[in-house]
């Protein structure tokens, strides 16, 4: 089974969007980690890209399924004592402010989730606020706190990767983001960008927001 970032959405890749969205926001080091099976198909996609675009790409494998915030692990000689920026292959964000929001991020001490209000917040991990700060993060929660959903995108300092060697997995045997994202909740250092009504987030992971995304899409580029 070919990986759901490379299916099409609309006229290119699912994972050009938020590579797109990288880019506008002046980040030209990238680094891509997929699993074993589908490395060729990305180096063979991006064989162009890099150049086209002016940017450095770079490939990382996740071995096994152990989670996204194991990404930094993996990623640790790339990141380098620096911060980074981490988006999923799957979420799309249309969004005119996306750029200024991840540039003014990338000078937090800490930590930067951005946020989207959904109309069925349960299925995501949702931020409990008071004055847009922050009180706490609850995955799926049955009775939600709020209706703004944590989104596929983050911002993260230097201290990212020795966080991620501290987690335990979770129940699902998973070191999970949550968990990142709690431990500078806990410092005081997570920060949270609220995406603006007029603007949309797309998570493409099933079939029907597969649909949805290339519609959606269509419609705005026509």
């Known amino acids: 089974m070919v990986s759901k970032q ?5 006229k290119k890749p699912m994972i050009f969007y938020p ?3 990288l880019i506008d926001a002046e980040i030209n ?8 099976e589908d490395l060729n198909l990305f180096e ?3 064989k162009d890209y890099a150049s086209d675009n002016g940017i450095n790409i770079s490939f990382k494998v996740q071995k096994e399924p152990n989670g996204i915030a194991e990404a930094f ?5 790339w990141i380098n004592s620096e911060g980074c920026v981490l988006i999923l292959g799957d979420n799309i964000f249309i969004s005119k402010n996306i750029k200024k929001m991840i540039i003014k991020a990338k000078d937090n001490i800490g930590a930067t989730i951005f946020a989207y209000n959904v109309p069925d917040p349960e299925r995501y991990g949702v931020i409990e606020f008071d004055d847009k700060n922050i009180i706490s993060i609850e995955e799926k929660p049955i009775e939600p ?3 703004w959903a944590v989104t596929g ?4 300092d230097e201290t990212v990767t020795s966080k991620a060697k501290k987690l335990k997995p979770s129940e699902r045997g998973e070191i999970e ?5 709690s431990m500078y909740l806990n410092e005081k250092k997570l920060f949270v960008e609220f995406l603006e009504e007029d603007s949309h987030w797309l998570d493409a992971g099933t079939h029907d927001s597969l649909l949805e995304a290339a519609n959606l899409i269509k419609k705005i580029e026509k």
């Open 19 to 21: 590579f797109q969205t």
């Open 177 to 181: 983001i949550t968990d990142i994202n």
């Open 29 to 36: 080091d990238v680094l891509i980690i997929t699993n074993p």
């Open 6 to 10: 490379l299916l099409p959405v609309y």
């Open 145 to 147: 706190k709020s209706s």
């Open 73 to 77: 692990i993996i990623a640790e000689e």
């Open 153 to 156: 995108l983050y911002v993260y």
């Open 44 to 46: 063979k996609l991006f």
